[in-house]
Each structure stands twice: as C-alpha cells, then as structure tokens.
C-alpha cells in the first residue's frame, strides 16, 4: 500500500484540526462566535485562524495560536493579528502572546507518525464533538 506524501497529510491535519477549534467552540444549533470581532455564524462559515501564521509549524496546530475567526476577520483583514495578540493576552492571561510568538520562531521538524498522530487524535476529537451534540 502507498503511503500517503507528507504535504497531504499537512493538508489532512490542518482539515481535521480546523473543523476541531470551530467544533469546540460551537454553540447550539452550530453557532459559533468570531474571536476578534464577535460576529456570530455557523461553524461551517467560519475559518480557523492564526495568531501566529501557520508557515510556523511550531505553533500552526498549537490549540492556543489558533482560535474560530470570521472570514473578514481572517482574509479581508489579516487576522486581525493585533487585536488577536491582545485578547489571547486578555482572555488566556497575561504574556500569552509573547509565549507564541517566541514559540512560533522555534525549528520543528514532523515525520510521518508525528502527522498520523495528530490526524488520529483530532478525527478522534472532532467525532466526540459530534456525538456529544446530537
């Protein structure tokens, strides 16, 4: 059996981790609120956005870098990256930000199990998720 490139599991584990940080923060009836704006949508209409951009791999699936975002928020306004540093700070306690962004500059390297691991752990997650709201 071919194993899959690695690319696509980048590609896999950013699916699985995107729909997990909008699951959990759904409300009833799949509602969930922006981070940086607090405009309410369905999970589906939202992106999971950055902190610290994803092209570090160091914080791209840290559970704190990345919280639901609007997708005005996240693409028509860059993430909103300052107002996102200062509610992380706010809301997750004081140097938050400061600890991501020094995190985010760090050299990680992910081999082919570190993927698979995260993909089993977040398809894992996200089924929970489902099942606990129905």
């Keep these: 059996m071919k194993q899959k490139p690695l690319p696509k599991l980048k590609k896999e584990l950013d699916k699985w981790f995107s729909l997990y940080i909008r699951l959990k923060n759904t409300l009833p009836g799949g509602l969930t609120v922006c981070w940086t704006c ?6 589906k209409e939202m992106h999971a956005g950055h902190f610290q951009s994803r092209r570090h791999l160091a914080t791209r699936w840290d559970e704190l870098n990345v919280q639901v975002q609007c997708p005005r928020c996240n ?11 200062r509610l ?25 199990h570190d993927y698979l691991g995260k993909i089993h752990d977040y398809k894992y997650k996200v089924k929970k998720l489902i099942e606990d709201c129905e």
């Design 38 to 43: 607090s405009a309410v949508k369905h999970y």
């Design 75 to 85: 693409l028509f306004n860059q993430g909103e990256q300052y107002t996102f540093g």
């Design 88 to 112: 992380l700070d706010a809301r997750l306690g004081k140097g938050t930000s400061d600890k991501l962004y020094k995190l985010s500059r760090t050299t990680v390297k992910f081999m082919r």
